[in-house]
Nanobody, 123 residues
């Protein structure tokens, strides 16, 4: 079992900043990657940013240059620094964690999701 805890969402004005945090805990061998996805009402969930165990990052086109993802491996925690926020960034942000688990003599990769944290950008 893996628990994914998120924090940092809230209401912010356009051009403002927020930092989201996500920590993974529970039983797993290692974290393969962590990241953030978001979903606005009546929209599909989309990639925001991810960071792999090796430190490589990916960003959705709509957030490049404004958001920065980082990871603290010792704390199993990922951060999303969001700057220059726009109203279209308003969404529920979900933390995603991919972990390696061991069972029956072999390793498996599994994905886990946080419950989501609301980010609202409005004046």
């Amino acid at each position: 079992q893996v628990q994914v805890g998120e924090s940092g969402g809230g209401l912010v004005q356009p051009e403002g900043s927020l930092r989201l945090s996500c920590a993974a805990s529970g039983s797993f061998e290692s974290i393969v990657a962590m990241g953030w996805y978001r979903q606005a009402p009546e929209s599909q969930r989309e990639l925001v940013a991810t960071v792999s165990n090796g430190g490589s990052t990916t960003y959705g086109d709509s957030v490049k240059g404004r958001f920065t993802i980082s990871r603290d491996n010792a704390k199993n925690t990922v951060y999303l620094q969001m700057s220059s926020l726009k109203p279209e960034d308003t969404a529920v942000y979900y933390c995603n964690v991919r972990v390696t688990r061991y069972s029956n003599g072999r390793f498996y990769e599994r994905m886990y999701w946080g419950q989501g944290t609301q980010v609202t950008v409005s004046s």
